[in-house]
């Protein structure tokens, strides 16, 4: 049982799905392309949604680069490894950057949103990470947020490859211009492909100047219109991640969104009474990593759960021989979260009530599919 920040456990159908193998000029991989975008349009409340192959990273850089020009002056919000990242790509795509950054473990609030802007009137864009599996903190009120940004005039770019289908997002209503994810995590799919969905703002910013071919989401788009790929896809993640869409439409996307939020709720409450020094509080906590420091050494912990059979992550960066990780995305339940504490009793030696609430449970349907 992997229990890490991504990839994750997927349904039986979703890896089945993985295996197909097709033309992908045919008509039966158009068919694929059209529904995929439909349906992750629906999940995302946008206008389009570029389908790329690669990781979430892939995703992230082409928003950068199709979004953001050469010169322009972004704000950027640091608090954690992929916010550094995405810092990185916007430095390399030769934005002027300002910089706002928290240590490890501590978020932003809507003042500290409120400053940036006040203090960066001539800004041209604000780019974030929703959310930060290398610390498990995250932007819980992105709507709020977006509302600042766009108020103030600016261009709004969104690293959610961790967030999306484990937070609400409304892209066209709060006028997001581009917000970027990946199949292997809260979609519940196979890893390989990455979406960036967009407003109708984000979809009239694109250009093509200066950028690789491959990170050009004009171009996507347009190959899209005809319900193809510009260059040649991963077929198996295109097909197990229109399965993982229809699944997610299925138990519902305010379920999922519950879901999550429950069982890192019930697992951050059990840990903290069992000596774990959590990162997050309320205001900023994760719904998809519970990271924090355990009661004994990290690197001990992580290779008794191993030995029985269950792998959960250490730190980043600086973080990286202090903390643990626990993904909790995707199809993470009441089940595989009982697992986990019943094997973190054996190894602490200690006591541990576990009645996992009813959120937390996966639809009969799914569950059928998910084996622990």
């Given at each position: 049982?992997?229990l890490?920040?991504?990839?994750?456990?997927v349904p039986?159908?979703?890896?089945?799905?993985?295996t197909?193998?097709?033309?992908?000029r045919?008509?039966e991989?158009?068919?694929?392309?059209?529904?995929?975008?439909?349906k992750?349009i629906?999940?995302?409340d946008?206008?389009?949604?570029?389908?790329?192959?690669?990781?979430?990273t892939?995703?992230v850089?082409?928003?950068?680069?199709?979004?953001?020009?050469?010169?322009e002056?972004?704000?950027v919000?640091?608090?954690?490894?992929?916010s550094?990242?995405?810092?990185?790509?916007?430095?390399?795509?030769?934005?002027?950057?300002?910089?706002?950054?928290?240590?490890a473990g501590?978020g932003f609030?809507?003042?500290?949103v409120?400053v940036a802007?006040?203090?960066?009137?001539d800004?041209?864009?604000?780019a974030?990470v929703?959310?930060?599996t290398?610390?498990?903190?995250?932007f819980?009120?992105?709507?709020?947020?977006?509302?600042l940004?766009?108020?103030?005039?600016?261009k709004?770019?969104?690293?959610?490859?961790?967030?999306f289908?484990?937070?609400?997002?409304?892209?066209?209503?709060?006028?997001?211009?581009?917000?970027?994810?990946?199949?292997?995590?809260?979609?519940?799919?196979?890893p390989g492909m990455?979406?960036?969905?967009?407003?109708?703002?984000?979809?009239s910013?694109?250009?093509?100047?200066?950028?690789?071919?491959?990170?050009n989401?004009k171009?996507?788009?347009?190959?899209?219109?005809?319900?193809?790929t510009?260059?040649?896809?991963?077929?198996?993640a295109?097909?197990?991640?229109?399965?993982?869409a229809?699944i997610?439409?299925?138990?519902?996307?305010?379920?999922?969104?519950?879901?999550h939020?429950?069982?890192?709720?019930?697992?951050r409450s059990?840990?903290?009474?069992?000596s774990?020094?959590?990162?997050g509080?309320e205001?900023?906590?994760?719904?998809?990593?519970?990271?924090g420091i355990?009661?004994?050494?990290s690197?001990t912990?992580?290779?008794e759960?191993?030995?029985?059979?269950?792998e959960?992550?250490?730190?980043?960066?600086?973080?990286?021989d202090?903390?643990?990780?626990?993904?909790?995305?995707?199809?993470?339940?009441?089940?595989a979260?009982?697992?986990?504490?019943?094997?973190?009793?054996?190894v602490?030696?200690?006591?541990?009530?576990?009645?996992?609430?009813?959120?937390?449970?996966?639809?009969?349907?799914?569950?059928?599919e998910?084996?622990?």
């Amino acid at each position: 049982m992997i229990l890490i920040p991504g990839p994750v456990n997927v349904p039986q159908s979703v890896s089945f799905a993985a295996t197909r193998v097709v033309n992908h000029r045919s008509d039966e991989f158009r068919e694929v392309v059209k529904s995929l975008e439909e349906k992750m349009i629906k999940h995302f409340d946008s206008s389009r949604v570029a389908l790329l192959t690669g990781s979430g990273t892939l995703a992230v850089e082409s928003m950068v680069f199709s979004l953001l020009k050469r010169g322009e002056k972004v704000i950027v919000f640091t608090y954690g490894e992929f916010s550094n990242r995405l810092l990185d790509s916007i430095n390399r795509r030769g934005c002027t950057t300002k910089v706002y950054s928290k240590p490890a473990g501590e978020g932003f609030s809507l003042e500290d949103v409120k400053v940036a802007l006040d203090e960066n009137k001539d800004a041209d864009a604000v780019a974030l990470v929703h959310n930060e599996t290398s610390t498990g903190i995250a932007f819980r009120n992105l709507g709020e947020v977006a509302k600042l940004v766009k108020n103030s005039g600016k261009k709004f770019i969104v690293d959610s490859v961790s967030g999306f289908a484990a937070y609400e997002i409304d892209v066209n209503n709060w006028h997001i211009d581009a917000i970027a994810t990946g199949s292997q995590k809260a979609l519940a799919s196979v890893p390989g492909m990455g979406f960036v969905a967009m407003s109708e703002e984000g979809v009239s910013e694109l250009h093509d100047d200066d950028m690789p071919n491959y990170l050009n989401l004009k171009l996507a788009l347009k190959f899209q219109d005809k319900h193809e790929t510009p260059f040649t896809p991963s077929t198996g993640a295109f097909f197990a991640s229109l399965r993982a869409a229809e699944i997610l439409e299925m138990e519902g996307l305010k379920n999922r969104i519950k879901r999550h939020e429950a069982c890192s709720r019930y697992l951050r409450s059990v840990l903290s009474s069992i000596s774990f020094s959590l990162l997050g509080n309320e205001s900023n906590f994760s719904n998809t990593v519970v990271a924090g420091i355990p009661p004994i050494p990290s690197k001990t912990l992580r290779e008794e759960l191993k030995k029985r059979g269950i792998e959960i992550s250490g730190g980043m960066g600086e973080l990286r021989d202090k903390i643990i990780r626990i993904g909790i995305l995707g199809v993470v339940d009441d089940r595989a979260i009982s697992k986990l504490l019943l094997s973190l009793s054996d190894v602490l030696k200690q006591d541990i009530e576990i009645k996992p609430p009813a959120d937390c449970k996966l639809p009969e349907f799914l569950r059928q599919e998910v084996i622990w």
